[in-house]
């Protein structure tokens, strides 16, 4: 999985974050502190955060949900874009991994928008349907393990208002979803995501080719 946009010659990238990267310094921080993680592979780009914050801002959303957590730059990118009633549910299994996030969300001063739930995904997810969350949230962020995106999506899709957004990550994972030689699980289930909202009526699509490709989805 790359850290930086797929495709793009070194110094075509470098040039992109020298015009348009606006990374507070928390942010920067964070991300080199992840650098140096066995698992630094699992971090989102910083121009992908930095949209995602934008698309947040243009939404004009007050409560997010994010699936995967790992180090926090996501949820605390999202956070930074929120306004101060703003909040974040967040969903992971390792509190190894969310005990950097955590400790970086109160050097920025964000922890108190942020709701972690420490369990599988699924079930905080169908928690929050249970009691009556359907239609709450403005916009998911869907990043982690990839054999339960579907799962992940259906849920989230309940939970977003109409006119509210998913955010997919991974789905052209490193350009492995075009090679028909690659037949591992992981794969597979992307591929078959990617198939799948291709042609799903329920929500309008763009698959926006920034980092490791993130399919937008707005729920009509």
């Not at 390792?94 to 996030?101: G, K, L, R, V, Y």
Request: include cysteine; proline fraction near 4%; charged fraction near 20%.
């Amino acid at each position: 999985m790359p850290k930086q946009t797929l495709g793009l010659e070194q110094n075509v990238y470098d040039y992109l974050l020298s015009v348009s990267l606006r990374e507070p310094e928390i942010l920067t921080q964070l991300r080199q502190e992840t650098a140096q993680h066995p698992r630094s592979m699992m971090q989102i780009s910083p121009e992908q955060g930095q949209f995602m914050a934008l698309l947040v801002q243009l939404l004009g959303a007050k409560k997010t949900l994010e699936v995967g957590v790992f180090t926090g730059y996501s949820s605390l990118v999202v956070a930074l874009a929120l306004p101060t009633d703003g909040q974040v549910v967040a969903c992971d299994i390792s509190e190894e991994f969310t005990a950097i996030a955590q400790r970086y969300w109160q050097q920025a001063g964000v922890a108190d928008k942020i709701d972690l739930h420490i369990a599988p995904a699924i079930e905080t997810l169908d928690r929050l349907l249970a009691n009556g969350e359907a239609e709450t949230f403005d916009f998911a962020f869907i990043d982690a393990d990839k054999s339960g995106y579907d799962d992940y999506y259906e849920r989230s899709l309940k939970l977003v208002r109409p006119g509210g957004l998913i955010a997919i990550d991974n789905v052209l994972w490193s350009g492995a979803v075009a090679d028909p030689q690659v037949q591992d699980n992981q794969t597979k289930k992307i591929r078959a995501l990617n198939q799948k909202l291709h042609q799903d009526q329920r929500v309008n699509i763009s698959l926006v080719p920034i980092a490791d490709g993130l399919t937008l989805l707005r729920k009509i």
